[in-house]
């Protein structure tokens, strides 16, 4: 009982990095930084905090599952998720990036470990379908249907669906995951970014460069990696997953005061969904143990 408090509490931390993640990113995403500069700042800033823990693991990332690790939830996600920040508004991340983690991990979880979800988890999927239904429609009302940086989104919350399910198949403890992600990403990507690709670093001021480095770099890739990981490996895949839909509203709240972006009522109903989605697992249970006479607790 114990254990599962506090994965709660790791899921309920990375939850609040995650929200302010969409934010941070959409902010670089409007300014002179591409996606390039900031996945470079991203994987930089994380693989010098990490040299320590590098050199301890440094015999063990050599290996064939930390480089698939690193090319969907290190590299791939961070390419696809940056590239459509700066093409998509962030109340679309709010519902097509997180709100797609529980049916794209209980699909994968489905075709890898054949775990399938219960009555209950069904129907929060349904629920979140037709919030995702709902925000489809109302973007094919304003004349906007689903664009390349929404496709990138989706994407994106594809390739993290499939890291969230390999770290539950392969159980690689939560430090050297981290580490492995960070060192081999900076390694596949930065000779490329240096040599190939366009710079913009030059051009943004320190505040900004700071802003994305330390947020990115330290707090995502290292302390929401640790979290979530360690979540995962008591809770499992999916039922984090189903949780991360809790970001989408959030996100989505801090994005009216901070970005001046606000919804449409059809986003606000989708959201309404897909939150509810979320919550009705635990609230399932909460009654199913009160009229049971139990203590109360989210399983």
Do not use: N
């Amino acid at each position: 009982m114990e254990a599962k408090r506090k994965a709660y509490l790791q899921v309920a931390l990375t939850i609040l990095i995650w929200s302010g993640f969409i934010m941070v990113s959409r902010l670089a995403g409007r300014s002179v930084l591409s996606f390039w500069d900031v996945t470079a700042l991203r994987f930089g800033t994380a693989t010098c905090l990490l040299l320590p823990a590098i050199w301890s693991w440094r015999h063990s990332l050599w290996q064939w599952r930390m480089f698939a690790l690193a090319l969907t939830g290190g590299l791939g996600y961070s390419l696809l998720v940056y590239a459509a920040f700066a093409r998509a508004p962030a109340t679309h991340a709010a519902v097509l990036l997180p709100g797609m983690m529980p049916f794209l991990t209980s699909v994968v979880a489905f075709l890898f470990l054949s775990e399938r979800p219960d009555p209950h988890r069904r129907i929060s999927l349904a629920l979140a379908a037709l919030g995702l239904a709902c925000m489809i429609y109302s973007l094919w009302r304003a004349g906007t249907p689903l664009a390349a940086g929404d496709l990138l989104y989706l994407s994106a919350s594809l390739s993290w669906s499939i890291y969230t399910v390999l770290l539950r198949l392969w159980q690689i403890p939560p430090w050297q995951a981290t580490t492995g992600v960070a060192s081999l990403s900076a390694l596949l990507y930065l000779p490329i970014y240096i040599l190939f690709l366009p710079h913009h670093l030059h051009a943004a001021a320190w505040s900004a460069i700071l802003l994305q480095a330390g947020y990115q770099g330290c707090l995502v890739v290292i302390v929401a990696m640790i979290l979530y990981t360690r979540a995962v490996s008591v809770l499992g895949a999916v039922r984090v997953g189903m949780c991360m839909a809790l970001v989408p509203g959030l996100a989505a709240l801090l994005a009216i005061p901070l970005l001046a972006e606000k919804p449409s009522g059809g986003q606000v109903l989708a959201l309404v969904l897909i939150m509810t989605s979320a919550l009705q697992p635990w609230t399932w249970s909460w009654r199913r143990r009160q009229d049971q006479g139990e203590d109360i607790e989210v399983a």
